[in-house]
């Protein structure tokens, strides 16, 4: 039968790994709608004592505000207490305990920055390293260089849950698209709850046998037509095909559950399937294992312009039990050195009030990676004694784009992709390898 392999070849893929890796995988636990740092991972005394006083105008003058421009800016102590854990004294809100149980093996990154105000483009800056629609994200690169450990599975698979904490914002499937590259390479959304992949199974009256022949026809004549049009889309068809073959066998494998000890499933708590952020980090876990190179979960409630204490309680409770799982699930079964996981959203938010709550910012945030090569018990970087600016050790997207690819065996200035003229890369003409951080 003629594969995708046989007919195509991306316009390098076998240039990487660059240098050995030290992860094979990444999870992106994105925490859509943008946590604050004031209430995780980014204690800020001054801030408290300033609660209810005036923002001093030398934090904020010339500086990019979301929707508190020409208001009275007034400063806003964090609504909880922080407390150490770990041998490494990781400063963490007490809101997050089971994080604080895994503190040695986090590093957090309180120095992060990046260049989009607003919802929409600063997902599209995070995912692909500039705020113009159609280029590739993270993971599309990711795919495109390495290609995927699993022959049965998408190598780029996405995952969405809706919380009840706040405003839950719309996350469109261009955050996952594969842009320019071929677009085999895009990601491909899972439902949580229910099918995960609508259509998968065959309708009744097609038996498996006559579906594999009517699959090798239309490949054959997709093969036949590849030398005349050199179009790398004709691959992703063939590709296509045949994947969605094998899914018919793996997706079901890969939803049931009932093999997962009763420990596990209260570990994360959830019982599988029912469209949690909880759920879905445990099939992260199960799409790991089977070889799926890029997984990237989407928990949408974030956006706390008001009622930021009652949103941010009712956030961790969704979260905060399944992250720390799904950390300890890896590291239990031997694949946390060569999975890197990252928790973070798009932006932070502000040092000032929005009424009970507040406002979108970009000059200084938190994330945290662990695994993949990563330095257990740092934390990294400083904000200024309000929070509002990242003071020491600046980590732009781009650096972590940079330093995400190094720990995949990836130089980012190498991963290229050439079209209208001109060679592409995940982190542009920017980026640095954070060192630093990588153990």
């Given at each position: 039968?003629?594969?995708?392999?046989s007919?195509?070849?991306d316009?390098?893929?076998?240039?990487?790994?660059?240098?050995?890796?030290?992860a094979?995988?990444?999870?992106?636990l994105?925490?859509?709608?943008?946590?604050?740092?004031?209430?995780?991972?980014d204690?800020?005394?001054?801030?408290?004592r300033l609660d209810?006083?005036?923002?001093?105008?030398?934090?904020?003058?010339g500086?990019?505000i979301a929707?508190?421009?020409g208001?009275?800016?007034?400063?806003?102590?964090?609504r909880?207490d922080?407390?150490?854990?770990?041998?490494?004294?990781?400063t963490i809100?007490?809101?997050?305990p089971k994080?604080g149980?895994?503190?040695?093996?986090?590093?957090i990154?309180?120095?992060?920055?990046?260049?989009?105000?607003?919802h929409?483009p600063?997902?599209t800056?995070?995912?692909?390293?500039?705020?113009?629609?159609g280029?590739?994200?993270?993971g599309?690169?990711?795919?495109y260089?390495?290609?995927?450990?699993?022959?049965d599975?998408?190598?780029?698979?996405?995952?969405t849950?809706?919380?009840k904490?706040?405003q839950?914002?719309?996350?469109?499937?261009?955050?996952?698209?594969?842009g320019?590259?071929p677009?085999?390479?895009?990601?491909?959304?899972?439902?949580s709850?229910?099918d995960?992949?609508?259509?998968?199974?065959s309708p009744?009256?097609v038996t498996?046998a006559?579906?594999?022949?009517?699959?090798?026809?239309?490949?054959?004549?997709?093969?036949?037509r590849?030398?005349t049009?050199?179009?790398?889309?004709?691959?992703?068809?063939?590709?296509?095909?045949?994947?969605a073959?094998?899914?018919?066998?793996?997706?079901?494998s890969?939803?049931d559950?009932?093999?997962e000890?009763?420990?596990?499933?209260?570990?994360?708590g959830?019982?599988?399937g029912?469209?949690?952020?909880?759920?879905n980090c445990l099939?992260?876990?199960r799409l790991a294992?089977?070889?799926?190179?890029f997984?990237q979960?989407y928990?949408r409630?974030?956006?706390?312009?008001?009622?930021l204490?009652?949103?941010m309680?009712?956030c961790?409770?969704?979260?905060?039990?399944?992250?720390a799982?799904?950390?300890?699930?890896?590291?239990?079964r031997?694949m946390?050195d060569d999975?890197?996981?990252?928790?973070?959203?798009?932006?932070?938010?502000t040092?000032?009030?929005?009424g009970?709550?507040?406002d979108?910012?970009?000059k200084?945030f938190?994330?945290?990676?662990?695994g993949?090569g990563i330095?257990?018990?740092?934390?990294?970087g400083?904000?200024?004694?309000?929070?509002?600016?990242?003071a020491?050790?600046i980590?732009?997207?781009h650096?972590?784009?940079?330093?995400?690819?190094?720990l995949?065996?990836?130089?980012?200035?190498?991963?290229?992709?050439?079209?209208?003229?001109?060679?592409?890369?995940?982190?542009?003409v920017h980026?640095?390898?954070?060192?630093?951080?990588?153990a």
């Amino acid at each position: 039968m003629l594969t995708a392999d046989s007919v195509c070849a991306d316009q390098q893929q076998s240039a990487f790994p660059n240098f050995a890796p030290q992860a094979k995988r990444v999870i992106v636990l994105c925490q859509a709608g943008g946590p604050s740092h004031l209430e995780t991972f980014d204690e800020k005394p001054e801030l408290k004592r300033l609660d209810n006083q005036p923002m001093p105008e030398s934090f904020t003058q010339g500086q990019p505000i979301a929707q508190l421009q020409g208001k009275q800016l007034k400063c806003y102590a964090p609504r909880f207490d922080f407390k150490r854990y770990g041998e490494s004294g990781q400063t963490i809100a007490t809101l997050f305990p089971k994080m604080g149980e895994i503190a040695d093996d986090l590093c957090i990154i309180n120095s992060m920055v990046t260049e989009q105000i607003n919802h929409d483009p600063a997902h599209t800056f995070m995912n692909t390293g500039t705020s113009i629609s159609g280029r590739p994200s993270m993971g599309s690169w990711v795919q495109y260089g390495l290609g995927s450990e699993a022959d049965d599975l998408p190598g780029f698979v996405v995952l969405t849950s809706i919380g009840k904490g706040g405003q839950a914002q719309p996350i469109a499937a261009r955050q996952w698209h594969s842009g320019f590259l071929p677009s085999r390479h895009q990601g491909v959304e899972f439902r949580s709850a229910g099918d995960p992949v609508l259509y998968v199974n065959s309708p009744p009256g097609v038996t498996a046998a006559r579906q594999q022949d009517v699959f090798d026809a239309i490949n054959q004549m997709n093969a036949l037509r590849q030398p005349t049009l050199d179009d790398p889309e004709i691959a992703t068809r063939i590709a296509q095909y045949e994947l969605a073959f094998k899914m018919q066998t793996s997706v079901p494998s890969l939803m049931d559950v009932s093999g997962e000890p009763q420990h596990v499933l209260d570990m994360y708590g959830t019982q599988g399937g029912d469209g949690t952020f909880a759920a879905n980090c445990l099939l992260a876990r199960r799409l790991a294992e089977r070889g799926v190179r890029f997984i990237q979960l989407y928990h949408r409630g974030w956006d706390h312009h008001g009622g930021l204490e009652r949103g941010m309680q009712i956030c961790a409770s969704e979260v905060d039990q399944a992250s720390a799982a799904l950390v300890t699930d890896l590291k239990n079964r031997g694949m946390l050195d060569d999975t890197l996981v990252v928790w973070g959203g798009e932006f932070g938010r502000t040092p000032m009030a929005q009424g009970s709550g507040r406002d979108h910012h970009i000059k200084g945030f938190s994330i945290w990676m662990a695994g993949g090569g990563i330095q257990g018990g740092l934390k990294y970087g400083k904000t200024d004694d309000l929070g509002y600016n990242a003071a020491e050790n600046i980590v732009h997207v781009h650096d972590f784009h940079a330093t995400m690819l190094h720990l995949l065996g990836i130089n980012h200035e190498k991963l290229t992709y050439r079209s209208q003229g001109r060679d592409f890369r995940l982190t542009d003409v920017h980026g640095h390898v954070v060192h630093d951080i990588l153990a």
